[in-house]
T-cell receptor
Framework: QQQVKQSPQSLIVQKGGISIINCAYE??????FPWYQQFPGKGPALLIA?????SEKKEGRFTISFNKSAKQFSLHIMDSQPGDSATYFC?????????????FGQGTILTVHP | EAQVTQNPRYLITVTGKKLTVTCSQN?????MSWYRQDPGLGLRQIYY???????DKGDVPEGYKVSRKEKRNFPLILESPSPNQTSLYFC?????????????FGPGTRLTVL
């Protein structure tokens, strides 16, 4: 079963616009929510991550918004640039007996037009 | 340079011909993992290893084997590949959980089974 559902599958944004990708999770044991960025021909790389004790985390143009009660979190990319064009994956992770395993969403292909 | 390496990067083979994809990391990480990436399904964990000689199944282990005889290496073995194992494979490693959950991914191996 897909424990992390990500939408949309693909997203096209104009340069300077805001890109928004949403994720919903089911496993209440998740205590770590990262976003990974993947460029063509490369492996995913950590972009930004949040723990459930805060509702928002911002790093430069990238912001995670987290809603624990709704079990949802989202990635906002402000002032989107063509260099942001990539595939984005959200994930949920749990410690304890899950040993920090990450469960990934389906991925979103972002295209930013110049 | 801290990195995860995989070989080969591309492989075309035929049904039933045993193959091994190697993975090596130079960060002294204890935790290593294999994922497969398929369109619309995101990244799914195949096997993981908490340390030398300690391995366990992920979400999609059928048709795969792994071994962890040395800390730095974690090969993925397909003893009798089938066309449904055509996919993009990633190896990843992680620092001890107390130090954070970030996983470092290799560049990927694109496998085609005819």
């Amino acid at each position: 079963q897909q424990q992390v559902k990500q939408s949309p599958q693909s997203l096209i944004v104009q340069k300077g616009g805001i890109s928004i990708i949403n994720c919903a999770y089911e496993n209440t044991a998740f205590d770590y929510f990262p976003w990974y960025q993947q460029f063509p021909g490369k492996g995913p790389a950590l972009l930004i991550a949040i723990r459930p004790d805060v509702s928002e985390k911002k790093e430069g143009r990238f912001t995670i918004s987290f809603n624990k009660s709704a079990k949802q979190f989202s990635l906002h990319i402000m002032d989107s640039q063509p260099g942001d064009s990539a595939t984005y994956f959200c994930a949920g992770g749990a410690g304890g007996t899950s040993y920090g395993k990450l469960t990934f969403g389906q991925g979103t292909i972002l295209t930013v037009h110049p | 340079e801290a990195q995860v390496t995989q070989n080969p990067r591309y492989l075309i083979t035929v049904t039933g011909k045993k193959l091994t994809v190697t993975c090596s990391q130079n960060m002294n990480h204890e935790y290593m993992s294999w994922y497969r990436q398929d369109p619309g399904l995101g990244l799914r964990q195949i096997y993981y290893s908490m340390n030398v000689e300690v391995t366990d199944k992920g979400d999609v282990p059928e048709g795969y084997k792994v071994s962890r005889k040395e800390k730095r290496n974690f090969p993925l073995i397909l003893e009798s590949p089938s066309p449904n194992q055509t996919s993009l494979y990633f190896c990843a490693s992680r620092r001890p959980l107390v130090g954070g959950n970030e996983q470092f991914f290799g560049p990927g191996t694109r496998l085609t089974v005819l």
